[in-house]
């Protein structure tokens, strides 16, 4: 079902469930060792397009199934997506942005995406907001890496339906980047930067290795054929990897904004949302990025808590102009 969605937005917004104002100073710190030059010409008649807003609204269509999975109560899912595009757009070959929600692993639903929409497809891009597997419980870290692994096979899924149907989306296939929120970083951090089984198992023990082997291992068994890789790029908003070591030289370029004061996802080290799970937020992630020289922004929000979407108003446009450099 395709809705215009300018009114739903407007709603939203006056109803105070996005804030996207903020008295909080922002600081940020960029390193891009790895430049390069951007000589594809981008198609747009005015030059502007992917830069800054050249559509006046956008279009998403809702609940668009892409795979089937069983859950944690051991029973069959369908998981969704709602797809964001400029209204009115000619272009076959466009950007498209795939977001996963937070929620802990354990709530939050895809219609968190809408945020996106307004700013990234009005200057251009698609946006793919998914749905993905929860865990039934925060009782463990066992619990939670296992449903880590299967959020992440799912983001996977919806990538590969997506490059399967590049020409009915209208998108460019390789022109991906993956991004979240909180859990949803989570899923987009470790989808981009765990290139085997043994980085993890060196990182969580031999169960988690065993578990992620036996669901597909890098690819994931979340269904839709082809490959989930490469993405273009990662982008994390208050999210975390179990260990940045996990980044390692020429992986895809990562874009981060978080708050020093998050007491749900340490900005540099610490237990995750009471999960049990120690992981190093993005001032080790970008400190790492730095080391092995991956191209990288990191925005920090000083004394900013975990709520980054609402305390920082301009990570959207900085997040739009790191995507450009990238292309």
């Known amino acids: 079902m395709k809705i215009n969605v300018t009114f739903l937005w407007l709603f939203l917004a006056l109803s105070g469930l996005m804030n996207c104002s903020s008295d909080n100073e922002i600081a940020a710190e960029e390193a891009t060792p790895n430049s390069s030059e951007n000589t594809e010409e981008i198609a747009n008649p005015n030059g502007e397009r992917y830069i800054s807003e050249v559509f006046d609204d956008y279009t998403v269509t809702t609940d668009i199934e892409f795979a089937t999975v069983v859950n944690a109560d051991n029973e069959e899912e369908t998981l969704r997506l709602d797809f964001y595009e400029p209204e009115g757009d000619i272009e076959t070959a466009r950007p498209l942005i795939v977001f996963a929600h937070g929620g802990g ?153 978080h708050g020093t004061a998050d007491d749900t996802v340490p900005y540099e080290r610490g237990e995750a949302d009471e999960s049990g799970i120690q992981t190093e937020g993005s001032k080790l992630i970008h400190d790492r990025a730095n080391e092995v020289g991956v191209t990288n922004k990191l925005i920090t929000i000083p004394n900013g808590s975990h709520n980054v979407v609402g305390e920082c108003s301009n990570c959207l446009e900085e997040l739009r102009a790191f995507l450009f450099e990238q292309q």
């Open 105 to 257: 692993l354990i709530r939050g639903d895809k219609e968190e995406g809408v945020f996106l929409a307004p700013l990234f497809c009005k200057s251009g891009y698609t946006v793919a907001s998914i749905n993905y597997r929860l865990a039934n419980s925060q009782a463990n870290s066992a619990v939670m890496l296992t449903g880590l692994i299967d959020a992440v096979n799912d983001m996977k899924a919806a990538v590969r339906f997506l490059k399967e149907r590049k020409d009915e989306f209208r998108i460019d296939s390789n022109q991906i980047t993956i991004g979240g929120t909180s859990a949803g970083a989570f899923l987009a951090l470790h989808y981009g930067y765990v290139e085997s089984g043994q980085e993890l198992a060196e990182i969580a023990g031999m169960p988690i290795l065993t578990y992620f082997n036996e669901n597909g291992g890098l690819e994931g068994n979340s269904g839709n054929s082809g490959s989930a890789f490469p993405v273009k790029a990662v982008f994390n908003f208050a999210g975390a990897l179990a260990n940045s070591s996990l980044l390692d030289e020429n992986e895809a370029p990562i874009f981060s904004a």
